[in-house]
């Protein structure tokens, strides 16, 4: 079965990155985008930027463009978002999520990254 | 204005129906895009319930009931998740989502309340 587990919580200071990872299964990694989004705390969901396994190639939306990375290791199925110079605005939880024609199905079960000085 | 927006909240009874809209911003027709329907419970990550883009070109997400559908209201420009016979096990909060102009856009949410 498709899963897309990630890991766990992370607490940084102001200024610093983040690094999260999604390690998939149950599917040819390569053959969907995937998908981050973040929700902090009783609020909606936003998206950040998708990546394509299969070449490398990503889209970042507007918020998050000069600050977001998103890479990913074939050998281990495993895709990775990067987030620099996080502020307390950027505490929330983190979720991964696999991409297929236009939209999402299969989340990650959410990372909580929280910015605290 | 937001590009998707939905009610932020709705009621109903256990066995009625509750019908949630997502409206397009003016200007964005509905017609073309294909519409994500998403349920999302306190502390669990969101659920995939259907994608509509036409009776068509549908597609139910795995295990989902068929009690949950998916709809267009061109006249509204809006897409509508129906939910026939709620359940308690519906109490949740519910996002709609689009590709629009070479990004994804999520609803404001919904959040239902079965009393």
Request: with cysteine; aromatic share 12%.
């Amino acid at each position: 079965q498709v899963q897309l587990v990630q890991s766990g919580a992370e607490t940084k200071k102001p200024g610093a990155s983040v690094m999260v990872s999604c390690k998939t299964s149950g599917y040819t990694f390569t053959s969907n985008d995937i998908n981050w989004m973040r929700q902090a705390t009783g609020q909606g969901l936003e998206w950040m930027g998708w990546m394509s396994p299969r070449s490398g190639y990503t889209g970042y939306a507007q918020k998050f463009q000069g600050r977001v990375t998103m890479t990913r290791d074939t050998s281990t199925d495993t895709a990775y978002m990067e987030l620099s110079n996080l502020t307390f605005d950027d505490t929330a939880v983190y979720f991964c999520a696999r991409g297929i024609n236009r939209g999402c199905d299969f989340w990650g079960q959410g990372t909580l990254v929280t910015v605290s000085s | 204005q937001a590009v998707l927006t939905q009610p932020a909240s709705l009621s109903a009874s256990p066995g009625a129906s509750a019908s949630l809209t997502c409206t397009l911003r003016s200007g964005i027709n509905v017609g073309p895009y294909i519409i994500y329907w998403y349920q999302q419970k306190p502390g669990s990550p969101p659920r995939f319930l259907l994608r509509y883009q036409s009776d068509s070109d549908k597609q139910q997400g795995s295990g989902v009931p068929s009690r949950f559908s998916g709809s267009k209201d061109a006249s509204a420009n809006a897409g509508i998740l129906l939910i026939s016979g709620l359940q308690s096990e519906d109490e949740a909060d519910y996002y709609c989502l689009i590709w629009h102009n070479g990004a994804y856009v999520f609803g404001t949410g919904t959040k239902v309340t079965v009393l």
